[in-house]
């Protein structure tokens, strides 16, 4: 089984799975058009909470983001270092402008363990530029996670850009849930939402009410 990027600098690199993953990667419809909206990352951060297969965290990291991989699985953890790799490998061979900014390529990736990180390892990240993170535990274990997570993101004094969840109306928690707990912890903090829908599938983008804060 495999993935493959869908854009920047590693387009079309296959990024390959277990047989039987422990993970549920995100459905590349959705990547698609996450990153459809989201194209050039250079001189900005990704903090891939959940990593899984890391197809998201490579994503951003192939179209020039600093990325960052949080795992808790040991196994999950040396197939994602083992395709992070062969993505560096593939990227390193492309010649780069110097005068286009990119960044892939200089941004060396950062993936750790995070089975006893009680903050999701949010205080292990170093952005250096504008900071978007991806949150997509297990759906059923959403509605356990989300405000743990996000009073984590709250208490780190961490500065975000936007926060990325996953979920699924069948499987997780709904839009207007996960914006309920959102409000609650962030309050003002959250200038404006929106939700990126295929399928049952979605994802909820929080916006930062902060100067950083790019265009949804």
């Given at each position: 089984?495999?993935?493959?990027?869908?854009?920047?600098?590693?387009?079309?690199?296959?990024i390959f799975l277990?047989?039987?993953?422990?993970?549920?990667?995100?459905?590349?419809?959705l990547?698609?058009k996450?990153?459809?909206?989201?194209?050039?990352?250079?001189?900005?951060?990704f903090?891939d909470?959940?990593a899984g297969?890391?197809?998201?965290?490579?994503?951003?990291?192939?179209?020039?983001?600093?990325s960052?991989?949080?795992?808790?699985?040991?196994?999950?953890?040396?197939?994602?270092?083992?395709?992070l790799?062969s993505?560096?490998?593939?990227?390193?061979k492309?010649?780069?402008?110097?005068?286009?900014?990119r960044?892939?390529?200089i941004n060396?990736?950062?993936?750790?363990?995070?089975?006893?990180?009680?903050?999701?390892?949010?205080?292990?990240?170093?952005?250096?530029?504008?900071?978007?993170i991806?949150?997509?535990?297990?759906?059923?274990?959403?509605?356990t996670?989300?405000?743990?997570?996000?009073?984590?993101?709250?208490?780190?004094?961490?500065v975000?850009?936007?926060?990325?969840?996953?979920?699924?109306?069948?499987?997780?928690?709904k839009?207007?849930?996960i914006l309920?707990?959102?409000?609650?912890?962030?309050g003002?903090s959250?200038?404006r939402?929106?939700?990126?829908?295929?399928g049952?599938n979605f994802?909820?983008k929080?916006?930062?009410?902060?100067?950083?804060?790019?265009?949804?």
């Amino acid at each position: 089984m495999s993935l493959q990027i869908l854009g920047g600098q590693a387009a079309g690199h296959t990024i390959f799975l277990p047989g039987r993953a422990k993970f549920r990667p995100t459905a590349v419809l959705l990547r698609r058009k996450l990153f459809d909206a989201h194209q050039t990352w250079m001189h900005e951060s990704f903090f891939d909470v959940c990593a899984g297969s890391g197809a998201m965290g490579m994503e951003a990291y192939s179209r020039g983001a600093q990325s960052f991989w949080g795992e808790q699985d040991t196994a999950t953890l040396k197939l994602l270092a083992k395709n992070l790799q062969s993505l560096q490998d593939k990227i390193k061979k492309i010649p780069t402008d110097e005068e286009d900014g990119r960044e892939t390529g200089i941004n060396e990736p950062v993936i750790f363990n995070t089975r006893q990180a009680a903050d999701f390892g949010i205080s292990k990240i170093r952005p250096k530029f504008p900071l978007t993170i991806f949150f997509d535990p297990p759906y059923e274990q959403l509605a356990t996670l989300l405000r743990p997570f996000l009073t984590a993101v709250q208490q780190q004094k961490i500065v975000w850009q936007e926060i990325w969840i996953e979920s699924d109306r069948q499987k997780g928690l709904k839009d207007g849930e996960i914006l309920a707990v959102a409000a609650e912890i962030f309050g003002t903090s959250i200038a404006r939402t929106k939700i990126v829908t295929c399928g049952t599938n979605f994802v909820v983008k929080l916006r930062a009410n902060n100067n950083n804060a790019s265009s949804l």
